[in-house]
């Protein structure tokens, strides 16, 4: 630990102070906090060196939520409570990285959504690995060539992302947390102006998301599916006669005018993206008291098999938040079903149904359970 204090806060300017006098207090306050900050992260390191010869994980998002929150609760203004969670989560992935870099496998390239969630759930300073589909994504998670993945798993208007629910089936990997995206879709360009566009690539689901627009706007452009919205951005950037449709973040990326912006159909367009991991990694979270479980079930083709699913999350009061259906490809029209519980496994209501579900399964796989987001 370093062996100086820390510095005496600066006392609150006067109200008559004149521009230059508010930028030396200001000044100082930027040393006063870099010094914390680094005391901090001396800290960090300290405790890194703790969590790896216990063996313990280094990414703890209880942790991580609990600080967070108690930064909000604590915090007597004028700072809003979103950017006091947006600062201390960077400070946070900054201290982590120090203790031990975390890599997480995203959606590529540079500038998708998957990316943008990423950020907001470990931070900046996580060492993201770009793939070319959600199936890489949950390759490297496996393998272990990446510690965590994010994928896209459901959105608020064209429903759930198949492959990645068909990839969880097999997948050895759970999911330990989840982020809740809004999506803005925009149309980029090297030129700004809708004359002379030839064809929009983005990847299907976004495509979807804007068809009203684009049938309106653009009715005899070819609409062309790419793997991710990046993509797509990355090839309007080398054909002037092409367009994509993604975030200002692909804008930036690739320089790129935002010809329309935000032309999904649904100004309130949501898409959730999982945190993946091997359980070796980080185990199951702990419940947080707004936690979601997920499952995959199946049960034997006969009548009523189905209602009997039902039947013990209605007895022991849990509520189901989702259910999809997906086909097993056995040719015998049998299915897997995509359950979302409201609770956590350690509630003792929420357990004695599962025990009563898992009885009733001829496939039967918790996914993971992990708190919700707003």
């Known amino acids: 630990m370093p062996d100086t204090a820390p510095p005496s806060p600066t006392p609150p300017p006067e109200a008559s102070a004149s521009l ?78 120090l203790e031990s870099p975390q890599r997480v496998a995203v959606l590529g390239p540079e500038g998708t959504f998957c990316e943008q969630a990423a950020v907001e759930y470990f931070g900046g300073a996580a060492d993201l690995a770009y793939c070319a589909s959600f199936d890489e994504v949950f390759h490297a998670t496996a393998s272990g060539s990446a510690q965590y993945g994010v994928v896209g798993v459901e959105n608020s208007n064209e429903g759930v992302v198949t492959r990645s629910l068909d990839m969880f089936l097999h997948s050895p990997a759970h999911v330990v947390g989840e982020v809740s995206l809004l999506v803005r879709h925009n149309l980029l360009r090297t030129t700004n102006s809708l004359a002379g566009i030839e064809a929009v690539l983005a990847h299907p689901q976004a495509l979807a998301q804007c068809q009203t627009w684009l049938s309106k706007h653009l009715p005899d452009v070819e609409r062309r599916a790419v793997s991710s919205n990046a993509e797509g951005a990355r090839l309007a950037a080398s054909n002037p006669a092409w367009a994509g449709l993604a975030s200002e973040r692909a804008a930036t990326r690739f320089g790129l005018h935002i010809v329309a912006h935000a032309i999904q159909d649904d100004a309130y367009n949501r898409t959730r993206f999982a945190i993946i991991c091997l359980p070796q990694t980080l185990a199951m979270p702990p419940a947080s008291g707004r936690d979601c479980t997920s499952l995959i079930v199946s049960v034997p083709n006969r009548p009523g098999a189905v209602h009997d699913l039902l039947v013990p999350l209605k007895n022991h009061g849990v509520s189901m938040t989702r259910f999809e259906s997906r086909p097993a490809r056995t040719g015998q029209w049998e299915y897997y079903f995509y359950i979302d519980l409201d609770g956590h496994p350690s509630q003792p209501h929420v357990a004695a149904a599962l025990a009563e579900l898992r009885a009733l399964c001829a496939f039967y796989k918790v996914l993971g359970a992990y708190p919700v987001t707003a």
Request: with cysteine; proline share 6%.
């Open 20 to 97: 230059a006098e508010l930028r030396v207090q200001i000044d100082a306050l930027d040393q006063q906090l870099l010094g914390l900050l680094n005391q901090r992260a001396h800290v960090a390191e300290l405790v890194g060196e703790i969590k790896k010869r216990e063996g313990t994980p280094f990414f703890r998002p209880d942790r991580v939520a609990q600080v967070i929150d108690k930064m909000e609760r604590s915090n007597p203004g004028p700072l809003k409570a979103p950017h006091v969670s947006a600062i201390w989560r960077e400070i946070m992935s900054a201290c982590l990285a």
